[in-house]
């Protein structure tokens, strides 16, 4: 009876710590590598995409101060490079409002923006076109107060572009501020997550020593000094807390590369920079461990983890417990 009781216990034990351990492990691993495939498909393009939206508005002003000039130079039109720049920024903003992370704030200063982008353009066109330098017959009064109109459009214009925190540049570093925010939240190893992992591995140990208690049990109680059902139960285990806590261990450095690269465009965003940050997201995500497949390789260690034992244990209950040794 007493060697029935200790089987029964460790087959209790043996269910509720396999349950408990493959709940535990799946969800853990399932929050890490869930990450990759939204960085893929959506986290870095709303980064890289308002980093490149401000690259364009930058370099299209610079592109119109260029063209219009001093009051006394000659325009002949704004030029090729601000169109396609202004072209350039409308696009990404465009991209950036399906992708943006920051909510309804990330909605509503992108609105805001690309209704300013069209005031700007309008103003840069009318200082380089209606108020362009004219022939040089025209009257000296005309000239002068078609050089002060494209003075005031160009104010205008750079005031869109620059004035602090309501203009186009400031609302979008303080939107891609907040997108950091939040692309450091969603790639972080948080507190939560190592909880999960350490509970996941505090299971997996505890069901290693039921398993090997149990070992014990029919050795000295059955004389049974193998039991292959037991063994599998013990591999399986050792699998399970070894693999899946390197193969996250490899993707959360992968995540933590995309997160410093992501970071580094807001102060140093350059055209070049984002395309070698694009690069190496999708190298860093493509090189994670994947998550389906896994997924379900997991599932089925834990299933047979949970089967294999028991089904051990219910067997020497049924044939041989009553051999043993009071």
């Not at 292959?228 to 050792?238: F, I, Q």
């Not at 497949?293 to 041989?320: E, I, N, S």
Request: aromatic share 4%; charged share 20%.
């Amino acid at each position: 009876m007493v060697t029935r009781t200790l089987l029964r216990r460790h087959l209790a034990a043996l269910v509720v710590l396999s349950l408990l351990s493959g709940t535990a492990l799946l969800v853990s691993y399932d929050v890490v590598h869930r990450s990759p495939e939204r960085v893929r498909t959506s986290t870095a393009l709303a980064a890289q995409q308002v980093a490149a939206a401000r690259i364009a508005l930058e370099t299209a002003h610079r592109n119109a101060e260029a063209a219009v000039g001093k009051p006394s130079s000659r325009v002949t039109g704004v030029g090729e490079g601000f169109r396609t720049q202004i072209s350039a920024a409308d696009q990404n903003l465009s991209r950036a409002a399906d992708k943006q992370l920051a909510g309804s704030y990330g909605r509503g200063e992108l609105d805001t923006v690309d209704g300013l982008l069209t005031v700007y353009a309008d103003a840069v066109n009318q200082a380089a076109g209606m108020y362009g330098e004219k022939p040089e017959d025209m009257a000296p009064g005309a000239r002068d107060e078609l050089s002060t109109m494209r003075e005031l459009r160009m104010t205008e214009a750079g005031s869109l572009m620059h004035r602090r925190v309501t203009g186009m540049l400031p609302r979008l570093a303080k939107l891609q501020e907040r997108q950091l925010e939040q692309v450091r939240r969603e790639l972080e190893f948080s507190t939560a997550q190592r909880v999960g992992w350490a509970l996941a591995e505090a299971f997996l140990i505890l069901t290693g020593l039921v398993l090997l208690s149990a070992t014990a049990v029919l050795r000295r109680r059955c004389g049974r000094l193998f039991n292959g059902w037991l063994l599998c139960g013990l591999v399986l285990t050792l699998v399970l807390a070894v693999v899946p806590v390197r193969w996250t261990s490899t993707t959360q450095d992968r995540l933590d590369t995309v997160s410093t690269r992501l970071t580094s465009l807001e102060h140093a965003a350059t055209q070049r920079n984002i395309t070698r940050t694009a690069a190496e997201v999708r190298h860093a995500a493509d090189t994670a461990h994947g998550r389906a497949g896994p997924l379900l390789g997991f599932g089925a260690c834990g299933v047979a983890l949970l089967v294999l034992p028991a089904t051990g244990l219910l067997r020497r209950l049924r044939t041989d417990y009553g051999k043993a040794r009071p």
